[in-house]
């Protein structure tokens, strides 16, 4: 080994001596695709579910992905599997896996819900829900996602995790989610993903 | 022929194979020439994903997929089809996607891989010449661990561990057994794949039973003295159906040592076992070409870089999926899928020059105990010390408490998890 090799070698092995608090082996930093990619086995390639309960993510809000993805580690947002997934990732990894999410196109189902599963889902749209979920929920930002193209069997599973006191997000959505019916609640999964 | 350079070679059996299958043929013959030949062998949940996400990370490599089959059959869900939820056609897929991504397709199966040279030798005298080569080999059996037990014999004791024809023989024995006859599995001992297969297969099976021949029984001869979500497989039997099914540990008889095929009889260490109809999941190891190509090691299984999953006997060569030693991964599609992208990235840097990347994978896993009652194991993973490790604390099994509406939810996940995963591989 050349000297100005050993030199550095000692050099950092002095720097290491002078910090004890570093880790000997420092976690090497994951790009965002690398982290990312290891979610689409189940949400679908570049984020774009193949459905049906299994949620589009590609396109979705950064910040709500933040929020969300911190809610299923702290266990703040119940869930079924992704408390145990989120475990193995720090704030660092959740910010950088919103962000290839976020940035990624959002692909809209192909589905057009039949005239009879709407009812009166347009109605119930407007007085419940539009306040914040604008443009017929293609709107969207940190505190509501996007509901326009998304799979009805998830939003449907959604809106009844939280008119049951399972999970919302945010929390005042349930005083309007619980003045729905079951029946209701599917009219406006349909109507949803009917919007594209 | 030999008036074809290589690359015109190539190009034109690609075409060929493009017009076999059905697909278009855009991007494969681009005009400039590709600024390297990465060569993925296997179209399975480990190939056809590393084939997908090189050309996704750099359009610029040419990217050839080899396959011996038009088709691809998926493993995971085929219980479902011994069961009698559904039919093989769900399961089934075909190489379109992936050629319209400008991957070239070939049918072909592959008898020789030459590392010195960089060539990989088909069949029919194809030789596709590659800078890097990514193999997704899946499993073999190891026949002679089970005395009287061949592949031939496997034609009427079938081990339905790939799935289709296989598949479709121990159905049909199913279908015909009479009601209260005794239906055996042997499982196999570690490491093999789907470590919940198995169990997922008895209740699958017992489902079946129950609505249509509910005086049978099930037994699994396990070679092992533990499974995968033993606890959640164990009381879901239980809650389902009942004293359907029995477990036989390899400390409390369950290893086989020998078969006769002529009276469907098992011998094992303390007791003979006649069945009715017989499931034999045989011992395994990395699949063939990975034992001829010398990609396998004394262990019967690959080892790799686990951070790259480069063969550590041959150079430019990585091995994926259940073939390798992964570490704490099991041998499941989801791994495989995981490892792929892993895999495709350093793959990528190699080319680019840059250094291979941190890695991150992760495994999912779903079985369906009954209709309504999902059950799942995830793992997240990181490299330390050049070794894959489980991440503390993350993964795990579903709760054993979970309510009727979490099972139910995880049974659509399962599902999903198909819809999705597959959909990750082939479009």
Redesign the interface.
């Known amino acids: 080994m050349p000297v100005s090799t050993w030199s550095r070698a000692l050099c950092v092995c002095l720097l290491i001596g002078m910090f004890p608090s570093l880790p000997l082996?420092a976690e090497?930093?994951?790009?965002e695709?690398?982290?990312a990619?290891?979610?689409?086995?189940?949400?679908?390639?570049l984020g774009a579910?193949?459905?049906?309960?299994?949620p589009t993510i590609g396109g979705m809000d950064k910040g709500y992905l933040v929020e969300v993805l911190t809610d299923y580690k702290t266990g703040r947002r119940p869930s079924?599997?992704m408390g145990?997934?989120?475990?193995?990732?720090g704030d660092r990894e959740i910010s950088a896996i919103a962000s290839f999410y976020a940035a990624q196109p959002w692909v809209s189902t192909d589905r057009v819900a039949v005239a009879d599963q709407l009812a009166e889902a347009p109605a119930l749209h407007e007085r419940y829900c539009e306040s914040c979920h604008q443009d017929g929920g293609r709107s969207q930002d940190a505190e509501s996602p996007r509901m326009a193209g998304q799979w009805a069997?998830y939003l449907q599973?959604a809106m009844q995790a939280c008119r049951d006191g399972e999970r919302c997000h945010p929390r005042k959505m349930r005083n309007r989610v619980a003045e729905l019916s079951d029946a209701q609640i599917a009219a406006l999964a349909h109507f949803y993903e009917s919007q594209k | 022929m030999k008036t074809l350079t290589r690359r015109t070679f190539l190009h034109a059996s690609a075409l060929s194979t493009a017009a076999v299958l059905g697909g278009p043929s855009l991007a494969v013959h681009a005009a400039t020439p590709p600024k390297a030949r990465v060569v993925v062998v296997g179209g399975g949940y480990g190939g056809a994903i590393a084939a997908k996400y090189l050309r996704m990370s750099d359009p610029d490599i040419r990217v050839t997929l080899i396959e011996k089959d038009s088709a691809y059959v998926s493993c995971p869900l085929s219980n479902e089809v011994l069961g009698g939820e559904r039919d093989l056609a769900s399961l089934t897929f075909d190489y379109r996607g992936l050629t319209r991504r400008g991957i070239a397709v070939m049918q072909d199966t592959v008898i020789e891989i030459d590392p010195a040279q960089h060539v990989v030798k088909g069949a029919g005298g194809n030789r596709y010449n590659y800078d890097k080569l990514i193999v997704s080999p899946g499993v073999d059996y190891d026949w002679a661990a089970i005395e009287g037990m061949s592949e031939a014999v496997a034609e009427r004791i079938p081990h339905a561990w790939k799935a289709g024809k296989q598949t479709q023989i121990l159905r049909r024995q199913l279908e015909a057994m009479e009601d209260g006859g005794v239906f055996y599995i042997v499982a196999p001992p570690n490491p093999f794949r789907c470590p919940p297969g198995p169990y997922e297969r008895a209740a699958q099976v017992a489902h079946y039973f129950s609505t249509h021949k509910s005086k049978s029984k099930i037994v699994i001869l396990d070679a092992k003295d533990a499974f995968s979500k033993q606890g959640l497989f164990q009381a879901g039997w239980q809650e389902h159906y009942g004293d359907m099914i029995e477990w036989v540990s390899g400390a409390q008889g369950g290893i086989i040592e020998a078969i006769d095929p002529e009276t469907r009889t098992l011998m094992g260490s303390f007791e003979e076992f006649r069945g009715d109809v017989i499931n034999l999941i045989p011992h395994q190891k990395a699949g063939a070409l990975a034992q001829t190509a010398g990609l396998a090691n004394e262990s019967g299984w690959c080892p790799v870089d686990q951070r790259t999953f480069e063969s550590s006997i041959h150079k430019d060569i990585h091995v994926i999926g259940d073939a390798c030693i992964a570490g704490a991964m099991p041998k499941s599609g989801y791994s495989a899928n995981s490892q792929g992208k892993v895999c495709a990235a350093a793959v990528v840097a190699a080319i680019n020059g840059d250094a291979p990347p941190a890695p991150s994978y992760v495994n999912t896993c779903y079985s369906i105990i009954a209709p309504e009652h999902g059950i799942s194991v995830a793992g997240v993973y990181r490299l330390d010390d050049g070794r894959i490790v489980d991440i503390p604390g993350a993964g795990g099994v579903s709760p054993a408490d979970a309510d009727a509406r979490t099972r139910a939810l995880e049974q659509q996940f399962a599902l999903d998890w198909f819809r999705n995963i597959t959909s990750d591989m082939f479009t």
Request: hydrophobic residues 30%; neutral net charge.
């Open positions: 082996h090497e930093v994951r790009s695709s690398m982290l990619n290891t979610c689409a086995g189940c949400h679908g390639t579910s193949a459905g049906e309960v299994m079924t599997i145990r997934i989120m475990q193995g990732y069997g599973y």
